[in-house]
């Protein structure tokens, strides 16, 4: 640009998308009144209309393309926390995801795998549905739920394969019944250990 669109709309470097938008249609407002005025006045807020307008536009390309800029480097972020999970290096690829600051479906897909591979799967689950709530048409997430949630519901494995007493204290909900396993139900633990080895296997990172 060839000139400040911020400075044009009176708005700081920092704007949001919804300061812009605020301000837009403030200004917009109050020129589209002004330039139906007789003489200069009336010509002068019909410049400024046009002016606005280029504005407008073009902060929102620039938006657009920071944002573009912003989910590569977290695409990138992700494929290397994945691959510490793979290395079963699980502290360094939990600090990775903590020091992100959006959390985003993809990160609480990713949560649901590092509880998984500490054993707490209950809370895994827990991420899962948060990960479908925020995006409800994403297939990996749908599909890896869907399958957990059949396995919950088969109750064909024997309740004695696997227990786990082990919860995160400040990673999502607190959920148990405090009598030694995850869910308050050792058959109910062992379902969902199976049903994350499946969504395991959805995002490639190996089973059980």
Not at 94 to 108: G, N, P
Not at 134 to 143: A, I, K, L, V
Request: include cysteine.
């Amino acid at each position: 640009m060839i000139y400040d669109a911020y400075e044009l709309l009176g708005l700081p470097k920092d704007a949001t998308r919804e300061q812009i938008d605020a301000r837009y249609n403030e200004l917009r407002q109050q020129y589209s009144a002004q330039r139906f005025a007789p003489g200069d006045e009336g010509e002068e807020a019909s410049e400024k209309l046009q002016q606005i307008e280029v504005a407008y536009r073009d902060l929102l390309i620039t938006l657009q393309e920071q944002q573009q800029t912003v989910n590569t480097a977290q695409d990138s972020d992700y494929t290397v926390i994945q691959q510490l999970i793979t290395d079963n290096k699980l502290d360094e690829a939990q600090s990775k995801l903590d020091e992100r600051v959006t959390r985003d479906a993809e990160w609480h897909y990713i949560q649901s795998i590092l509880f998984y591979k500490r054993n707490w799967f209950i809370e895994s689950k827990n991420q899962l549905e948060l990960a479908c709530q925020m995006e409800p048409d994403n297939q990996r997430y749908r599909q890896s739920l869907d399958k957990l949630t059949k396995i919950l519901a088969s109750n064909t494995i024997s309740p004695d394969q696997l227990r786990s007493s082990s919860r995160p204290v400040d990673n999502g909900p607190a959920v148990g019944a405090g009598n030694g396993t995850c869910t308050g139900s050792s058959c109910t633990d062992c379902l969902l250990c199976n049903a994350c080895c499946n969504c395991m296997s959805c995002m490639g990172g190996g089973g059980c």
